[in-house]
């Protein structure tokens, strides 16, 4: 079964609108962190942002949110204000505790383009 | 200065060669991990070292050798390079082995066999 799960492959979105980028999870562990990462066309992983299951608030980081909804198992990226900068792949992931070794297991990836 | 870094950063060679890709962090972390990501962007886990004592061993197949001469350093030989062996190859780091460790990557390898 798929541990991370993005369901949107690609999205085209109007510059300066925000952005909703899906991710939701499945774990039975108590103890896990997400992560979102980006991929720009040059092909680097960039570090977006990170949440703990036991953060009681969203992670916030400049113009990136994350909508953490623990219940739905849910912790999709929210992008404010995009820019044609903003075009890339965009990965969730998830690490999970010891049992796991705590290994990241990585969505798919959702493609977002921004249209000038 | 550059945090994770690998070289080369492009490869290309032939069906059969040997070959390997070097990583290195200057960020004091004592975890470093290799991944593929195939054509369609799916990155999977290869290895993963933990001061120099490796504690992620995925299925890959044995001609795949990475190799932790200190903390700071994680190389991947290949040997008898296959077509299918084409990918991206990222290397990187995190301070330690933990659900809170944000992993950062190096640039990553583009592999090109022919």
């Known amino acids: 079964a798929q541990k991370i799960t993005q369901t949107q492959p690609g999205m085209f979105v109007q510059e300066k609108e925000a952005v909703t980028l899906d991710c939701t999870y499945d774990?039975?562990?108590?103890?896990?962190?997400l992560f979102w990462y980006k991929q720009p066309s040059s092909g680097e992983m960039i570090f977006l942002i990170y949440?703990?299951?036991?953060d009681q608030q969203n992670a916030t980081e400049g113009r990136y949110s994350l909508n953490f909804q623990k219940a739905r198992k849910s912790a999709n990226l929210v992008i404010s204000a995009s820019q044609l900068g903003d075009s890339a792949m965009y990965f969730c992931?998830?690490?999970?505790?010891?049992?796991?070794?705590?290994?990241?297991?990585w969505g798919a990836g959702t493609k977002l383009i921004i249209k000038p | 200065d550059t945090a994770v870094s690998q070289t080369p950063k492009y490869l290309v060679t032939q069906m059969g060669n040997d070959k390997s890709i070097k990583c290195e962090q200057n960020?004091?972390?004592?975890?470093m991990y290799w991944y593929k990501q195939d054509s369609k962007k799916f990155l999977k886990i290869m290895f993963s070292?933990?001061?120099?004592?490796?504690?992620i061993n995925e299925t890959v197949p044995n001609r795949f050798s990475p190799k932790s001469p200190d903390k700071a350093h994680l190389n991947l030989h290949i040997n008898s390079l296959e077509l299918g062996d084409s990918a991206v190859y990222f290397c990187?780091?995190?301070?330690?082995?933990?659900?809170?460790?944000?992993?950062?990557f190096g640039p990553g390898t583009r592999l090109l066999v022919l």
């Open positions: 990187a780091s995190s301070p330690w082995t933990g659900p809170d460790e944000t992993q950062y």
């Open positions: 960020l004091g972390h004592d975890t």
């Open positions: 070292y933990n001061n120099k004592e490796l504690i």
């Open positions: 774990t039975s562990d108590p103890s896990y962190g």
């Open positions: 949440q703990g299951s036991y």
């Open positions: 992931a998830m690490r999970e505790g010891m049992d796991s070794n705590y290994q990241l297991i």
